[in-house]
């Protein structure tokens, strides 16, 4: 089975400090993404890697940086968390290329930041 | 630019009825390929379906149908015989597809809540 896990599933941090949420996910995929879900918003990608060391700004990058060293991890970085940061972030992973291919997620870390 | 658009904020169903999740889309591009994910209360995304922009014939994954109405730029998500555990928040996602330029990246809907009533 695909899995995808990240690091934790509840964390409470205070503004200012620095967070990093990791993903790990286990099926050799290529791409790899960063979304956070908000009430009525849906999911909104914040950054996303199509391969090791490459990463794109998502629509809403602001305040967030990425890292991919392996293949297999892809870390999302707060530089000084903020309380507008305090959401559910998820973690998706998928093969390169069209047709199905379609993402997997991890279950997910609900961040709050006080 | 593109835009995915689920107009349904929350539905109710019965038990054992079928129901119709509404989704509209919004791209200049041919190809592109549309996803149906269930989020139940624990959190995790779970894909349901696929359809992709040339496929001529709905498709369908057991109790879960796509109709694909190109032309109004459609994807609305039928579940047929609706049980409790389909008690989910339901997001349709689409991605465009442009070969060795494909990132994979999806756009979200809002997403609807379904409820299934006893």
């Known amino acids: 089975d695909v899995k995808v896990t990240q690091s934790s599933r509840y964390l409470v941090k205070r503004t200012g400090e620095k967070v990093f949420l990791e993903c790990v996910q286990d099926?050799?995929?290529?791409?790899m993404f960063w979304y956070r879900q908000d009430p009525g918003l849906g999911l909104r990608l914040i950054y996303f890697s199509y391969d090791v060391k490459m990463k794109e700004k998502g629509d809403i990058p602001e305040g967030y940086s990425v890292s991919r060293e392996k293949k297999e991890r892809f870390s999302l970085i707060l530089e000084s968390a903020s309380t507008n940061q305090t959401s559910m972030y998820l973690c998706?992973?998928?093969?390169?290329?069209?047709?199905?291919?379609?993402?997997?997620f991890g279950p997910g870390t609900r961040l709050t930041v006080l | 630019a593109q835009k995915i658009t689920q107009t349904q904020p929350g539905m109710f169903v019965q038990e054992k009825e079928a129901v119709t999740l509404d989704c509209t889309y919004d791209?200049?591009?041919?190809?592109?390929?549309l996803f149906w994910y269930k989020q139940p209360s624990s959190g995790e995304m779970i894909f349901l379906i696929y359809?992709?922009?040339?496929?001529?014939q709905n498709a369908t994954e057991g109790r879960y149908s796509l109709n694909f109405q190109k032309a109004r730029k459609s994807a609305n998500l039928v579940i047929s015989a609706s049980q409790l555990g389909d008690s989910a928040m339901y997001f349709c996602?689409?991605?465009?597809?442009?070969?060795?330029?494909?990132?994979?990246?999806?756009?979200f809907g809002q997403g609807t809540t379904l409820q299934v009533k006893p």
């Open positions: 996602a689409m991605r465009e597809e442009h070969g060795s330029g494909n990132t994979g990246k999806l756009i």
């Open positions: 791209t200049s591009d041919q190809s592109y390929g």
């Open positions: 359809q992709g922009s040339y496929d001529e």
């Open positions: 998706a992973s998928s093969l390169a290329g069209g047709g199905i291919n379609e993402q997997f």
């Open positions: 099926m050799d995929h290529e791409n």
